[in-house]
């Protein structure tokens, strides 16, 4: 609580005096909270300068995705490259769907990146109109009071992590090891990786 009190008070010093702060940390989590501007650094070469929900959200390359916080990360192949969105391919999984990348033509090999926030689990395909749903089984799990952290385990070996909320009062998790599910995600929560 005290580290949480001490960055909401930098936060409203700096905004009451307007002066700018150079704030340097290895705390991903402080980076985001107290910053305007991030510039994420690989042995003193700046890997990618943004806002915090743009370097979080879009980051521009495997270091950066993998610095700042958990990411799923898959092997892919672009088979489509419009410039509404990119069709990629998972070696024995199948086509998943990413937004659009500028320079990335078909035939580009790369990795998809996605947090384990934006993945869902459904006890089935539930939703007709999801593109991206993949069949699998709970590996495992890990309960956090908010939130459970569930590894599945997809058809073609490739662990992924899902972060789901635990919003039913007295319901530690929603699904058991070895349970049997469909991993899901909205159009757009996956970024292209071509570095």
């Known amino acids: 609580k005290l580290r949480e009190e001490m960055q909401i008070e930098l936060i409203s010093l700096q905004q009451e005096i307007g002066v700018t702060f150079v704030f340097v940390t290895h705390a991903q989590n402080e980076a985001l909270a107290l910053s305007h501007r991030i510039a994420v650094m690989n042995q003193g070469d700046i890997e990618q300068i943004d806002e915090p929900s743009k370097i979080y959200g879009f980051p521009r390359n495997r270091f950066v995705a993998n610095f700042i916080g958990k990411i799923n990360m898959m092997d892919v ?5 419009t410039s509404s969105h990119l069709k990629l391919v998972v070696k024995g999984l199948g086509e998943v769907t990413a937004p659009s990348k500028e320079g990335v033509r078909a035939g580009d090999k790369g990795t998809m990146a996605i947090r ?3 993945v869902q689990i459904l006890h089935h395909s539930e939703d007709t109109e999801v593109k991206d749903h993949f ?3 709970i590996h495992d799990y890990l309960y956090v009071g908010n939130v459970t952290t569930y590894i599945v385990e997809l058809a073609n070996g490739i662990h992924i992590e899902a972060l789901l909320p635990n919003n039913t009062p007295g319901q530690a998790k929603s699904f058991e090891a070895g349970d049997s599910v ?3 995600w909205r159009h757009g929560a996956s970024t292209f ?3």
């Open 77 to 81: 192949q672009v088979l489509e490259a």
């Open 182 to 184: 469909v991993v899901t």
């Open 116 to 118: 384990p926030e934006q």
């Open 193 to 195: 990786l071509n570095d």
């Open 135 to 137: 069949p699998g089984k």
